[in-house]
């Protein structure tokens, strides 16, 4: 657990995982992005996944959340769900929030994310919405790689935050394929994932 300001950090409960999932997911994110929670579970119950809340500190109010696949054997996360809650948005709660992931996970190699990629949005809107989150994350220390990949009719771009070591561009997608590898059924992984 740790704190900046008046934000601090601690792992959710199994109970308060499903409840943020259902009650807030579902609007934080597109259905086609939403796995079934069954399969959280599944992921937590087998050591993992890791889920983590951001909460005032006056209020206990969740204001942040964090839902991360968590491989011990290569070392490294992939943040699979981070959302700032929709009445606290725009008030650098975001930034804190990945402050808070850095020093709680600083002994993991390092943090993967996938980003919807800008390129190929359907709409300027859609492409705007997009690059405004990659540039969130790039101005709170996450580096865009040239990796690209496609999970379940989505194109992502990656990128990586390190935390304890140097993670190099290169291993980023076979770090990932490392993941989805342990997520999904081998015959889900080899129908629903490729790197592109």
Partial sequence: MSSIRNIYSRPMRQDEARA???????????????????????????????????????????????????????????????????????????????????????????????????????????????QRRIAFYERNGVVMTKQKSLAFDVDFKLMVMNLGCEVAEDNVGYLLSAMYRKMLPERLFKEQFRLR
């Fill in 20 to 130: 943020v999932y259902i009650g807030r997911g579902h609007r934080d994110f597109p259905p086609n992005e939403l796995k079934p929670f069954s399969l959280i579970e599944k992921l937590i119950n087998s050591g993992c996944y890791e889920i983590c809340g951001f909460y005032e500190k006056e209020s206990d109010e969740l204001c942040a959340y964090a839902f991360m696949m968590a491989d011990k054997d290569t070392n490294m996360l992939l943040l699979d769900y981070f959302a700032v809650c929709e009445e606290v948005r725009e008030k650098g709660y975001g930034s804190i929030a990945i402050e808070l992931l850095k020093e709680d996970y600083i002994k993991w190699g390092g943090m993967l994310f996938e980003v919807e990629d800008d390129d190929t949005a359907d709409t300027e809107e859609e492409k705007r919405i997009r």
